[in-house]
């Protein structure tokens, strides 16, 4: 696990030492419509939503930092399939004022959870340390300059996410179908080393780049399975990588169940993530996850 380009990473007054031990990041979802359920603007209107969602995204936080987590991630826009993109202001209006209030109250790293140049750069003004780019610099060139003015390092995902091949479920919710690769795990590692290269034309140095493979952006439920048991030929190419299993739809659909009953699914995507090289978890059950990386460690990296 640790043939890596670099074996740290200083983020403020932290060193996340890789290979050492899995790191943990809780979601905090300020969205109406979170393919998981947690969006924290579900059930409230507009006008309730302005008063108490900071609240409650400083309170999730909270929650988070006493469990132990390392990294919150806060987004503002769901990327569940089929998803309707969110306005920039709506996004913004809902993003930085969490980020502004956990900054102001929390010794915690933040990583802002978007693919708008606008956006992270906002966020990053208010107290945000990460950039978490789902299109991993495809979807706005100007998100790599963002992140070199700030020095932050950055997630870059894999993601062939397509409204063509969204199907959506009622009981199970969304999931793609008909994703055609030539190679998977190949065309993977091909596009996120384009991502890699455009981070490189904007002086990003390697050791502020971890990857996502993209678990549930633009593949099947079988790619989805296959991609998590070879996830170390991802890790092979040379980046810490961060894991994201957490309740998605492969899960469901293998089991046969809706977003709030995953818990163990996404507990042994977990552990295998970390059994193949994962070194950031990202998961909404934060506590329970912790649990499962700390048991994994002491097994996989003593």
């Known amino acids: 696990m640790n043939s890596l380009k670099s074996h740290e990473l ?25 393919f998981s359920g947690d969006g924290l603007l579900q059930d409230i209107s507009e006008r309730e939503a302005d008063e108490i969602f900071v609240a409650n995204a400083l309170g999730l936080a909270r929650r988070f930092v006493e469990a132990g987590v390392d990294i919150l991630d806060i987004g503002g826009e769901s990327t569940r399939p089929g998803a309707q993109p969110a306005p920039l202001e709506k996004e913004l209006g809902h993003v930085i004022p969490a980020i502004c209030a ?28 990460i950039v978490n780019d789902i299109w991993g610099f495809h979807a706005d060139p100007a998100m790599a300059e963002v992140a070199t003015k700030f020095q932050a390092p950055v997630i870059l995902m894999h993601n062939r996410s397509s409204w063509v091949n969204a199907e959506v479920e009622e009981r199970l919710g969304g999931r793609y179908v008909g994703i055609p690769y030539d190679d998977l795990i190949k065309d993977i590692c091909d596009e996120l080393l384009e991502s890699v290269e ?9 050791e502020r ?16 399975l296959e991609l998590l048991d070879r996830m170390q030929e991802i890790r092979a190419l040379g980046y810490p990588l961060l ?12 089991l046969d169940l809706p977003p709030d009953q995953r818990l ?11 059994v193949r090289g994962a070194d950031i978890i990202r998961v909404h059950d934060v506590e329970q996850a912790i649990r499962v990386a700390r048991m994994t460690d002491a097994i996989v990296r003593r």
């Open 10 to 34: 200083m983020i403020g007054n932290r060193t996340f030492r890789w290979g050492e031990r899995t790191y943990i990041m809780g979601i905090i979802n300020i969205t109406p419509d979170s």
């Open 243 to 254: 894991s994201g299993p957490s309740r998605k739809s492969f899960i469901g659909y293998t």
């Open 198 to 206: 455009l981070a490189h034309q904007a002086g990003i140095p390697d």
């Open 102 to 129: 956990i900054a102001n109250e929390l010794d915690i790293l933040i990583s802002v959870d978007t693919y708008k140049a606008l956006v992270a750069e906002a966020a990053l003004q208010s107290g945000a340390h």
């Open 264 to 274: 163990e699914g996404t507990l042994a995507a977990i552990a295998v993530s970390i």
């Open 209 to 224: 780049i971890i990857l996502d493979a993209g678990i549930g952006f633009g593949k099947t439920v079988e790619q989805n």
